[in-house]
């Protein structure tokens, strides 16, 4: 069933007029082949600029962040109608964003995506694994737009924490930090590629951080990260210290 559901809810997608998943039916969708998950207002958000975000406090180690919006209003809706409810024509635009958000990090390319993966427990649940289809829908869309880019699902969770009696001291740093592993194939895709993280939403930066430490020990360099979305994080005089994320209706 769970991997049957975010087929029908494709379906359910395609075939019904559905309400706008950023707004839920504040605005109408398209129809026809005009179809779109998202509203004119809702998609307006969605495909605005990439600016640099920073998290409050800063994490050392992490990468230049690239986002699209904030993580409010209909962005957080479309986010959490994609990942958990399956409703996966909204990979179109929100991939659509990461692509923008790795073009403004690493604007040289050509890029190689690299999205940060998810508990598989979460996964199995979900029935989809929502940041590697932004990853791959991104990496289609730069491509369309005649950019050398692909994906590579190179970061994996890491199974348990070894003994540490044995290990060196790179092997000790990946163990006990280690909550992801890198793949071989990165080493060699690297080498060719300007490395871009892939994540949906940075809230403190300890994800990308991590996965850009993972990446360090494996002697690959990353350019940058791309979000859709970033939260603004309130210090206690109530200032956001988000200023480059455009606030969400
Ligand atoms: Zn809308």
Do not use: F
Not at 92 to 120: D, I, Y
């Amino acid at each position: 069933v769970r991997t049957v559901w975010p087929l029908l809810a494709a379906l359910a997608d395609l075939v019904l007029p559905s309400s706008c998943a950023g707004c839920d039916g504040g605005g109408a969708p398209g129809t026809g082949l005009g179809w779109s998950p998202l509203c004119p207002v809702c998609a307006a958000v969605l495909g605005g600029a990439a600016r640099r975000v920073w998290p409050d406090p800063c994490p050392a180690g992490l990468p230049p962040v690239w986002a699209i919006a904030a993580y409010a209003g209909p962005v957080r809706a479309a986010l959490l109608a994609h990942k958990e409810d399956g409703r996966l024509a909204l990979a179109a635009p929100l991939g659509g964003a990461v692509a923008r958000a790795a073009s403004a990090g690493a604007p040289l390319g050509p890029l190689l995506l690299v999205p940060v993966p998810s508990a598989r427990a979460a996964v199995r649940r979900r029935g989809h694994d929502s940041t590697r289809r932004l990853a791959v829908t991104a990496a289609a869309r730069l491509r369309s737009q005649g950019q050398v880019a692909r994906q590579l699902p190179a970061l994996r969770q890491a199974r348990g924490v070894a003994d540490q009696a044995g290990l060196g001291a790179a092997e000790r740093t990946r163990n006990v930090t280690g909550a992801l592993t890198v793949s071989e194939r990165l080493r060699v895709q690297a080498q060719r590629h300007q490395v871009v993280l892939v994540d949906d939403v940075m809230t403190t930066g300890a994800t990308l951080r991590e996965a850009a430490r993972a990446l360090r020990v494996a002697g690959v360099a990353v350019a940058g990260a791309a979000v859709v979305a970033a939260t603004e994080r309130r210090v206690p005089s109530g200032a956001i210290r988000l200023p480059d994320a455009p606030n969400a209706r």
